[in-house]
T-cell receptor, first 114, second 114 residues
Framework: DTGVSQDPRHKITKRGQNVTFRCDPI?????LYWYRQTLGQGPEFLTY????????KSRLLSDRFSAERPKGSFSTLEIQRTEQGDSAMYLC????????????FGPGTRLTVT | AQSVSQHNHHVILSEAASLELGCNYS??????LFWYVQYPGQHLQLLLK??????LVKGIKGFEAEFIKSKFSFNLRKPSVQWSDTAEYFC????????????FGTGTRLLVSP
C-alpha cells in the first residue's frame, strides 16, 4: 500500500501521560498536514510541514503539542501531559507542494484519554 | 475566520432518490471549494473540487456540485443515489490562492437504504 499510513491506529492513555503518533506520507509528497477530528465535527487543521520546515501552526496547537518532521519524510506528533479533552481522531495528510489542493489522508490515530 | 456550514447532519434516502447536500462558507474573497467523502471504515478522500471557471463541477461516482458565489454556497448533488453512497460527506474550503489548510464543515451522514 503506497498511501498515507499512521501508527498506532488506536491509543488509550491515562490523563497526564505523554503520547506520540507517527505519520508516513506518500513518498514523493513534500507537504504533510496534521488535523484533529472530534466526535460530530469535521477535521480541524493543526499544523503543516513543507519538507522539514513547519510553516504554520493553528492556535489549537497548545504548548503541550509538538510536531516534527526531521528529515522531511515521516512526521511525529507528540502530546505531553494528556488531558481528556485531547481525546480525538488525529489525521495526517500529505500532498505535493504544487498540487497542494489534493491532500491524501491517512486512516487516523484514535486517541482516548481516560 | 473562515467557516463552513453544513446544515444537514443526517440524511436518509432510499436508493434512486435524488440527493442534495448543502454547504455554505463565510469568506468573501477568493475561495477554493472541496467535497470529501468518508466511506465506512475508509480514509477521507476527495470527491470533487472547484477553483475557478465553470461553476458546475463534476466529480467521481456521478456526483456534481454547483458554486453559487452570490449565495456563498457549494451544494453537492447526485440525481440517483445508490446504497454504496452511504458515507459521511464533508465540505471544505481554502482561502485565496494558497492551499495550506482545509477548513471543514461538520459533515453530513448519508444513509441510503436499499
Amino acid at each position: 500500500d503506497t498511501g498515507v499510513s499512521q501508527d498506532p491506529r488506536h491509543k488509550i492513555t491515562k490523563r497526564g501521560q505523554n503520547v506520540t503518533f507517527r505519520c508516513d506520507p506518500i513518498s514523493e509528497h513534500n507537504r504533510l498536514y496534521w488535523y484533529r477530528q472530534t466526535l460530530g465535527q469535521g477535521p480541524e487543521f493543526l499544523t503543516y510541514f513543507q519538507n522539514e520546515a513547519q510553516l504554520e501552526k493553528s492556535r489549537l496547537l497548545s504548548d503541550r503539542f509538538s510536531a516534527e518532521r526531521p528529515k522531511g519524510s515521516f512526521s511525529t506528533l507528540e502530546i505531553q501531559r494528556t488531558e481528556q479533552g485531547d481525546s480525538a481522531m488525529y489525521l495526517c495528510a500529505s500532498s505535493l507542494e504544487f498540487r497542494a489542493y489534493e491532500q491524501y489522508f491517512g486512516p487516523g490515530t484514535r486517541l482516548t484519554v481516560t | 475566520a473562515q467557516s463552513v456550514s453544513q446544515h444537514n447532519h443526517h440524511v436518509i434516502l432510499s436508493e434512486a432518490a435524488s440527493l442534495e447536500l448543502g454547504c455554505n462558507y463565510s469568506y468573501g474573497g477568493t475561495v477554493n471549494l472541496f467535497w470529501y467523502v468518508q466511506y465506512p471504515g475508509q480514509h477521507l478522500q476527495l470527491l470533487l473540487k472547484y477553483f475557478s471557471g465553470d461553476p458546475l463541477v463534476k466529480g467521481i461516482k456521478g456526483f456534481e456540485a454547483e458554486f453559487i458565489k452570490s449565495k456563498f454556497s457549494f451544494n453537492l448533488r447526485k440525481p440517483s443515489v445508490q446504497w454504496s453512497d452511504t458515507a459521511e460527506y464533508f465540505c471544505a474550503v481554502t482561502e485565496g490562492t494558497g492551499f495550506q489548510k482545509l477548513v471543514f464543515g461538520t459533515g453530513t451522514r448519508l444513509l441510503v437504504s436499499p
